[in-house]
């Protein structure tokens, strides 16, 4: 069975919403970057990047990270995954990096994106934004910025479609 979570509207006011949070408890924008995590991640930073540049009238520094080689499951998985290049172009050192994800699951994902990002530098602070959180941590791990908080079965999985990979904005609870 498929219900559909939120529509393209309803993931706008989200963005918009996680948008003012972020800038809010950054006292604006200077000093943060956005790092998307693969794939999902990237396209909700290129939005949030967007609205604070509207809101802010500053560009802010946005790069994606792509985390399979970081992720503790790596030999468990059975699907061979396509490596996606990570691109930050910029450094990190001393930075509000503000990671952008989809679905907060386990917490393995963002583990896995904070190991990847000390690779890259010495963050001030990393912050964690998502469009969905959906429980079930198997690791001490936080959203700063959620979208919305929908507590699922270990059964059920959560679908985030979006315009850019998709055609179409979405969000679906799968249950068997």
């Known amino acids: 069975m498929v219900k559909e979570l939120l529509n393209k509207q309803e993931i706008e006011r989200i963005l918009n919403r996680i948008t003012y949070e972020i800038l809010e408890k950054n006292k604006g924008a200077e000093n943060i970057c956005l790092i998307g995590i693969v794939t999902g991640g990237v396209y909700l930073a290129e939005r949030i990047?967007?609205?604070?540049?509207k809101i802010e009238k500053i560009e802010i520094p946005m790069g994606s990270l792509d985390i399979s080689f970081y992720r503790d499951d790596?030999?468990?998985?059975k699907k061979h995954k396509t490596i996606k290049p990570t691109n930050i172009p910029f450094s990190i050192d001393k930075k509000k990096v503000?990671?952008?994800?989809?679905?907060?699951?386990?917490?393995?994902?963002t583990r896995a994106a904070m190991d990847a990002l000390m690779d890259f530098g010495r963050p001030a602070e990393i912050q964690l934004a998502v469009l969905i959180d959906r429980?079930?941590?198997?690791?001490?791990?936080?959203?700063?910025?959620?979208?919305?908080?929908?507590?699922t079965s270990r059964d059920e999985k959560i679908k985030v479609y979006l315009k850019e990979i998709a055609g179409?904005?979405?969000v679906v609870l799968i249950s068997e």
């Not at 790596?74 to 998985?77: E, K, L, P, Q």
């Open 49 to 53: 990047k967007k609205k604070i540049e």
């Open 74 to 77: 790596v030999n468990i998985s």
């Open 98 to 109: 503000i990671l952008v994800d989809d679905v907060l699951y386990t917490g393995r994902s």
């Open 135 to 151: 429980g079930h941590r198997e690791l001490p791990i936080m959203a700063n910025y959620t979208g919305k908080y929908i507590p």
């Open 168 to 170: 179409k904005d979405s």
